[in-house]
């Protein structure tokens, strides 16, 4: 009686390992099989961010208290969210706010209200844009990046690719995580599948964790300095009750306006050094 027990044991474990085996090779066939998932195609790929800005090409200018931001935006990879960031900027929706979050030179958010919210009250339609990802726009230092609000739908709607992910009118900056260390370094290099994006990363500074996670909408191109100096400013030691880590000084954004790229921008223009070095850097890293 005891051996037939043991081989009914045995039995069991196998048809739960069975099942387990199977759940996994339907699930990866699903995630693999679905178009809602984003990959990127590094042979088809395209850092726009890199490329010149042409002449006429919608930007914001982005005074805050530490300085001038001015910044080219991407209306043809993230079309809802320039269209609604363009909408709240003629209002006059971010003037005399405040930067609500800054980390570890990373990034900082800001953007109106700390809870996103157009007037007191809490949620907004404004809080439910669709994220747009775009394998030609990466999380570069500079990079304006619209913030995750909310990820509708569990496990089975992300299983089925059916889970939709909202941005709303608040938006980070981008500064850089810290690539001094050799070994990071290589480990980056080696799994980033691009030589000419893993350079540019390391040449121009960045969030990569972030890439691919959420909408870049647009790039500084001038004021640089300004967004690093925003992003490495001292943040307060706990959370405040909204959840968010603001610098110990006040930073305000004092006032945003819309414009077009120029000829005075094509002389502000801080990328112009940066890209030049990166064929560069790319060309050291392979020999």
């Known amino acids: 009686m005891r051996r037939k027990n043991k081989k009914l044991s045995a039995l069991g474990i196998f048809l739960i390992l069975a099942a387990v085996v199977s759940f996994i090779v339907f699930y990866l066939s699903v995630l693999l099989a679905n178009p809602s ?8 790929m395209e850092l726009v961010q890199t490329q010149e800005i042409p002449e006429g090409a919608g930007t914001v200018i982005i005074t805050t208290s530490l300085g001038e931001i001015r910044a080219v935006l991407y209306p043809e990879y993230a079309p809802e969210t320039v269209a609604q960031f363009r909408r709240l900027v003629a209002s ?3 003037d005399g706010t405040s930067v609500f979050e800054t980390k570890e030179d990373a990034y900082c958010i800001a953007g109106g209200r700390a809870d996103g919210s157009l007037a007191e009250g809490g949620r907004i339609e404004q809080e439910h844009v669709p994220q747009e990802l775009s394998q030609d726009l990466w ?3 500079g990079a304006l990046c619209a913030m995750t609000t909310e990820r509708e739908g569990g496990f ?14 608040r938006f980070l900056m981008l500064g850089s995580v810290d690539f001094s260390d050799p070994a990071f370094v290589e480990e980056f290099r080696n799994a980033t599948g691009s030589g000419e994006l ?29 967004v690093e100096a925003i992003c490495g400013a001292e943040a307060v030691a706990e959370t405040n009750a909204a959840g968010f880590t603001p610098p110990v000084e006040d ?37």
Not at 37 to 44: K, Q, S
Not at 156 to 169: A, D, H, M, P, V
Not at 270 to 284: Q, S
């Open 198 to 226: 893993a350079e540019t990363f390391l040449t121009w500074g960045g969030v990569p964790n972030f890439a691919q996670q959420m909408t870049v909408f647009g790039q500084t191109y001038a004021g640089l300095d300004v």
């Open 37 to 44: 998932y984003h990959y990127v195609d590094t042979d088809t």
């Open 156 to 169: 089975f709607k992300r299983l089925f690719g059916q889970q939709r992910i909202y941005t709303g009118t």
């Open 139 to 141: 999380t570069f230092r």
């Open 251 to 287: 930073i305000r954004i004092e006032k945003m306006e819309l414009s077009t790229y120029g000829a005075e921008d094509a002389e502000l223009n801080e990328l112009t050094a940066i890209i030049e070095a990166i064929p560069e850097a790319t060309e050291a890293a392979t020999e």
């Open 92 to 94: 006059g929706y971010y």
